[in-house]
T-cell receptor, first 116, second 116 residues
Framework: DTEVTQTPKHLVMGMTNKKSLKCEQH?????MYWYKQKAKKPPELMFV???????INESVPSRFSPECPNSSLLNLHLHALQPEDSALYLC???????????????FGEGSRLTVL | AQSVTQLGSHVSVSEGALVLLRCNYS??????LFWYVQYPNQGLQLLLK??????LVKGINGFEAEFKKSETSFHLTKPSAHMSDAAEYFC??????????????FGSGTQLTVLP
């Protein structure tokens, strides 16, 4: 199993709603990532979890709240978002780099978020 | 600090022609290098990677890339383009030693169009 599964694939929400994006992997990877991607742009790193602990927060606004309940799951809780937060949100996972292992990232297909 | 420059935001080739997508990097140490492909409304898929050793690396779908330290380049090539190669391609760089998670710096991307 070499998949990273993201749900939902599409989400439309109002600025006062609370919603969550979910990500799951069963590859035994111990690092998980959230990226935001606007149209025609490269992915921008938001958060990194390493061994279920938040290791990197790229100065993301607090209306985005990540959670890593266990080594296979990663959530992104959304609250009071703005229209400019509309984007493709990508989850990724990787093994810890070690020896010949590059620790490359495996990406999910993303959750397309529209904020009205 | 590391950076990646992808020359040409749009590249068009005829079906059956050579594909050449350019990537130059800046890094204080020999980095790990990656090429990812993104089809419309999908996540990123790893095409190939360079870590150490052989400088010519082969990836999926007939793509290959050559690491040239003297030119700080990692250009992606495919001898004969197929219509299904039309997609966005991202070059990414990472320091070889990055702890338990791999932090990627992405280039701005190159949109490949394949003409019939």
């Amino acid at each position: 199993d070499t998949e990273v599964t993201q749900t939902p694939k599409h989400l439309v929400m109002g600025m006062t709603n609370k919603k969550s994006l979910k990500c799951e992997q069963h590859m035994g990877h111990r690092a998980m990532y959230w990226y935001k991607q606007k149209a025609k742009k490269p992915p921008e790193l938001m958060f990194v979890y390493s061994y279920e602990k938040l290791s990197i927060n790229e100065s993301v606004p607090s209306r985005f709240s990540p959670e890593c309940p266990n080594s296979s799951l990663l959530n992104l809780h959304l609250h009071a978002l703005q229209p400019e937060d509309s984007a493709l949100y990508l989850c990724a996972s990787s093994q810890p780099p070690s020896g010949s292992l590059a620790g490359e990232l495996f990406f999910g297909e993303g959750s397309r978020l529209t904020v009205l | 600090a590391q950076s990646v420059t992808q020359l040409g935001s749009h590249v068009s080739v005829s079906e059956g022609a050579l594909v050449l997508l350019r990537c130059n990097y800046s890094s204080s140490v020999p980095p790990y290098l990656f090429w990812y492909v993104q089809y419309p409304n999908q996540g990123l898929q790893l095409l190939l990677k360079y870590t150490t050793g052989a400088t010519l690396v082969k990836g999926i779908n007939g793509f290959e890339a050559e690491f040239k330290k003297s030119e700080t380049s990692f250009h992606l090539t495919k001898p004969s383009a197929h219509m299904s190669d039309a997609a966005e391609y991202f070059c990414a760089v990472s320091p070889p030693f990055s702890g338990s998670a791999r932090q990627l710096t992405f280039g701005s991307g190159t949109q490949l169009t394949v003409l019939p």
